[in-house]
């Protein structure tokens, strides 16, 4: 009998929906080459949701999202919507979303395509065959610490506040992440903190530690400050392979790690949270590019971000390792014969549109299966 997987399809704003429709017949072809079911349904998230509804993220939306097994989301944002108040962006339908159900754990990988390595702007040595993954812990940390805001003194100097703040539960699920999904690759962890200027950087590495010594004896781990980091993922990159760091490191190493690859536009991302009742894990995955307002129903937006976030979703959410690599092996394949969308360079004669791209991945797909 067939398992049976509810996918929520949150296609946004911009080149969301033509890069999601890529993703739904690649789903497709998964199922019909798998002991697998997947039940799609589709919802709008950011400005799409606030023409719909007149809210960045519906309560009907956010209820589906958590009674479904996976969110695959396209985008958010675009310029219609700027004028807004700030609680109506698009924007924070994502970050709502993010909160309500509790994805603690942003997943990004910086796996460099072969194809790709020209493209780096590091030497080729550098970035051939580099596969990391930094994992950062999500909903904590100074982009939610309280106090925060901007104060007036008495004789008019203004001053900003933001709060650093982390407490033990809070690291130490984002670091079991790390030790698991280690376990499953080269079995290293690097952990990223600033404990000799920062006391939450002290416990950052007390906290990891005591996971580390308690729960996964059996992976490496090492510690290193985050600005080591960011100097070290331009010197020597394929040296890391799982790094775990808070939200503020976090999202400038990760951003860091995915330009070694050569293109923003090739990477997804995944957030995880807590098992549910179902031992289901919530999750979202995402490309990392935007919406790309400007290139909006041209049919040439780049598919293969949004098409290796459902790859990571088969991997993370279903256990699905086998279809996850095929997926990754033939967006490899069709790259390294030469074809490529606008955004990548390439040969002008093998430059596809969005839709040739998906069916030139979905015919290697069904060629590897």
Known sequence: MSKLYKLLILSGDGI???????VIKVAKCVEENSNVVFEIQKDDIGGAAYDRYGVPLS???????????AVLLGAVGGEKWDNLDFSLRPEQGLLSIRKEMDLFANLRPALCFESMVDASSLKSELVSGLDILIVRELTGGIYFGEPRGIEEKSDGTRVGINTQSYSTEEIRRVARIAFELASKRD???????????????????EEVSYVHKNEYPNVELSHMYADNCAMQLVRNPKQFDVIVTDNLFGDILSDEAAMLTGSLGMLPSASLGA???NNFRKSLYEPVHGSAPDIAGKGIANPIASILSFAMCLKYSFNMDKESDLINQSVNKVLSDG??????IGDDNKNLSTVEMGDKIINQLKQNF
């Open 275 to 277: 098992f549910d009742s």
């Open 16 to 22: 969301g929906p033509e890069v999601m429709d890529e």
């Open 59 to 69: 309560d009907e939306t956010l209820d589906r999202a958590k009674d479904s097994h």
């Open 187 to 205: 079995n290293k962890v690097t952990s990223c903190e600033k404990s000799n200027v920062m006391e939450s950087g002290i416990l950052w590495r």
């Open 339 to 344: 074809y490529k969308t606008a955004d990548l």
